[in-house]
């Protein structure tokens, strides 16, 4: 469920990411040579939704793992 939650989140953030630093980008391109073009690389963009997807799994699993590693009952009672 953790990985699920980051995931989306990770594809929601990326998209909207993407969108708005394309506008921005494509407004400076314009501005600057007068065409709206944009230079983007697939693969740089690429590493750094990979190292950001990495960096999310891990943030949610590593606590996950120790939130999780004790029993919800002991957690409720107390003990």
């Given at each position: 469920m953790l990985r699920t939650e980051t995931l989306s989140?990770?594809?929601?953030?990326?998209?909207?990411?993407?969108?708005?630093?394309?506008?921005v980008l494509t407004a400076f391109s314009i501005g600057m040579t007068g065409s709206a073009a944009p230079c983007v690389l697939p693969l740089v963009s690429g590493a750094v939704v990979g190292v950001a997807a990495l960096l999310a799994l891990v943030a949610t699993a590593l606590p996950g793992r120790f939130a999780l590693r004790t029993r919800p009952v002991e957690v409720a009672a107390g003990r």
């Open positions: 989140v990770l594809v929601i953030s990326a998209a909207l990411g993407t969108g708005i630093a394309l506008a």
